[in-house]
């Protein structure tokens, strides 16, 4: 009957190790997406604004 007990804790470790890599998981890829979003918005931002700033350069010439 021990070895039965064992294996059942056993499995429960196994499966809440498997739902931490989950969530963990989760985590990271939602970090990931986020900083590329800051990444690609700030991009746009910062061309856009001097897009800006150099538009009234090209109507000089």
């Known amino acids: 009957m021990?070895?039965?007990?064992n294996q059942t804790d056993?499995?429960?470790a196994i499966d809440v190790c498997m739902e931490e890599h989950k969530t963990l998981r989760t985590e990271i890829l939602q970090t990931i997406q986020n900083r590329t979003n800051v990444i690609v918005f700030?991009?746009?931002?910062?061309l856009t604004l001097l897009g800006i700033g150099i538009s009234p350069i090209a109507n000089l010439i």
């Open 2 to 5: 021990p070895n039965n007990n």
């Open 10 to 12: 056993i499995n429960k």
């Open 42 to 46: 700030g991009g746009a931002l910062v």
